[in-house]
């Protein structure tokens, strides 16, 4: 085969919406695959819907402009269509596959329509706002044989495959606890009703924005542990939601899961106050600890601290690594993943599957139906 026929054929992306994570994401298909090591993929954004065509323009103006756009991109911007509708992307026969970054209320909707047409799509999370959505996506994605996907994208990490493997391995021993805190003041006193984290109408407050986080850690670290023969789901043993009482929406959450073979993991998120970059992750294992720091979305940097015989001392040395994603914010591989998948013809993908998504929206269910918090349902 010659290099040019080999050179993977570009996915072409319709961008669903045009607001902060939409434009993150983008810039991230526009990252060169070369710098991740990937030269099985190639991705370009062949589309933009937005709500206005002003909106649609407006966002790939952005995206020429930015001072990390190479001129190579810029042309390939040049050539990109822009909707005043998000149907026309869907409709769009040069568009091979959607990525919805709207309010998680208007994921069902979007995604459904998409899918409808055929297209197969990569949805923000939370996937949706209840199982009972999630389980209407996932019945017309197959009907219609077509791919669907959680976009999770941490999952997608080297820093998480890194991570994993150690605690895998049993190198620490047997894991005892998991510690998991996604929280940020977004001083939400300061804001309008109508920001989409505090009004119920967009699927406001702290779980449903922050949990997929803590979730995804526990998910990756203690559902899959080899020790988890049984693949059970975990119990949530409790929950408690704080709510914010100027929408109804939940201020903080904090979710206790055990998996009976495993460990439990104390999940934790907040949109009124900090937690902390150093250990946002915590793993804690019979003969050591393993600390993830940084943003618990993406933390590049991890430590190892072994115990002695006698339990933690002064004495104990910190070992630390570093995995930083080489180009982009990292969202990339998560697109990555969803061309391969799409290639090999799957519907679904097995690092990402439905039934996970479906797992911990279960526990969202439950924690919001428990509390009373505003939007449930
Ligand atoms: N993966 C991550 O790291 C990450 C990070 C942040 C957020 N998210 C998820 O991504 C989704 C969007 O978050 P975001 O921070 O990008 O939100 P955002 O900045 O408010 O943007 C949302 C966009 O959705 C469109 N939209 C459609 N109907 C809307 C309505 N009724 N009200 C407001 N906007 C509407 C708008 O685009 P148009 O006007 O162009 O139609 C708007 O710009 C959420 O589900 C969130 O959980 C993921």
Known sequence: MSEIEAKPKPLRWGIIATGNISIKFAKDLLVDPATRDATDVAHRIGAVGSRSIEGAKAFIHKLETDPGTSTECQSQLEACKTYGS???????????????????????????????????????????????????????????????????????????????????????????????????????????????????????????????????WATMLLHHHPDNTSKKPPTLVFSHQTIYARSGVDANTRWLLEWEDVGQALCVTDMTAHGTHHGCVIVT?????????????????????????????????????????????????????????????????????????RMVQGWFDHIRATSGASGTG
């Open 86 to 216: 998000y149907d026309e992307v869907y409709n769009d026969p040069d568009v091979d596959v959607i990525y919805i970054g709207t309010p998680h209320p208007m994921h069902y909707a979007n995604a459904k329509r998409a899918l409808e047409a055929g297209k197969p799509v990569l949805c923000e999370k939370p996937f949706t706002m209840s199982l009972s959505e999630l389980d209407g996506l996932i019945k017309i994605a197959k009907d219609k044989n077509v791919f669907l996907m959680e976009g999770v994208w941490t999952r997608f990490l080297p820093i998480m495959y890194r991570v994993q493997e150690i605690i895998h391995s049993g190198k620490l021993g047997k894991v005892r606890r998991l510690f998991a805190d996604f929280s940020i003041d977004f001083r939400p006193d300061e804001h309008p009703y109508s920001w989409r984290m505090i009004d119920p109408a967009l699927g406001g407050g702290s779980l449903l924005d922050m949990g997929p986080y803590p979730a995804v």
């Open 285 to 357: 294992c019979e003969k050591g600890d393993l600390i993830l720091d940084g943003s618990i979305a993406r933390p590049s940097t991890y430590h190892i601290i072994m115990r002695g015989e006698d339990g933690p001392s002064a004495d104990d040395v910190k070992e630390t690594f570093e995995v930083p994603v080489p180009a982009g914010v990292g969202m990339c591989y998560e697109a990555d993943e969803v061309y391969r998948c799409i290639k090999r013809g799957e519907i679904q993908s097995d690092r990402m599957p439905w039934e996970e998504s």
